[in-house]
């Protein structure tokens, strides 16, 4: 309630881990990434009753690596806000922080809602590479997601559907990948280093890192393959 806003006399601020307006939320860094943003920052802000609306005291700004994922620049930006605020606690203190803020423009608000398990799962049907790996990126960690894959026996040619957890990605070569079956689910196709090559509907061939296969811990793409190769 506006009551307790109003007891420290100074004001309070918090670190908001994106370029406010931009990405107001539960999760602003996390759609950030599943944008595909290039550039992305850190907010210190005043505390007011609508949420992340508050004026701005300062901005960092920071370029986005293309393949760095929600838990590395959620911690890489609340370092750089915590230095950030840090630095400006002398003119909050002398009095001059509110004068200092800046209005944040409500035209240019773009909400970051939280996300939920719903949205796990990697559509290899109608998505670009690109987005998928973006998306890989943006829900790293919780909730992570999850793809469905078929599995065919080199011997009997017999198939079976499994799910594993995607966690790390990158948008691959363009080069001969598997492609979405009549399920809609693609077959495993493996490139010649063992990386593992998805043809994406929507453009693009999406190679992945790493995996977790139900019950077992992440690991990388070649110790997948052999383990399937030992289960056969």
């Known amino acids: 309630p506006q009551r307790l806003l109003d007891i420290p006399p100074l004001g309070t601020l918090n670190i908001h881990p994106s370029l406010l307006p931009r990405y ?10 599943q944008d595909g943003v290039k550039e992305t920052g850190v907010s210190v802000a005043y505390t007011v ?3 992340d609306a508050g004026p701005v005291l300062a901005q960092h700004k920071e370029h986005v690596d293309p393949d760095i994922q929600a838990p590395e620049l959620l911690a890489h930006l609340f370092k750089q806000g915590s230095a950030l605020l840090l630095s400006k606690l002398p003119d909050v203190f002398e009095g001059r922080g509110p004068s200092m803020a ?3 423009d409500e035209a240019h608000v773009l909400h970051a809602a939280k996300l939920s398990k719903e949205e796990s799962q990697l559509d290899f049907v109608h998505s670009s590479a690109l987005t998928l790996h973006n998306k890989v990126r943006g829900f790293a960690g919780w909730p992570g ?9 080199e011997d009997t040619g017999t198939t079976e559907t499994i799910d594993v ?5 990158r948008v691959g070569p363009h080069a001969h990948a598997g492609a ?3 399920s809609g689910h693609p077959k495993l196709h493996w490139g010649a280093d063992d990386s593992l090559l998805i043809h994406c509907g929507g453009g693009g061939v999406l190679q992945v890192l790493e995996v977790q296969p139900p ?18």
């Open 24 to 33: 107001r939320g539960a999760a602003p860094v996390q759609r950030a990434l």
């Open 49 to 51: 009753l609508k949420c």
């Open 102 to 104: 800046v209005p944040q």
């Open 145 to 153: 997601t999850s793809a469905r894959f078929e599995l065919e026996d």
């Open 165 to 169: 957890k995607i966690i790390r990605t």
């Open 180 to 182: 979405p079956s009549a």
């Open 215 to 232: 019950t077992k811990k992440v690991m990388a793409v070649r110790d997948f393959r052999n383990g399937l190769r030992s289960k056969g």
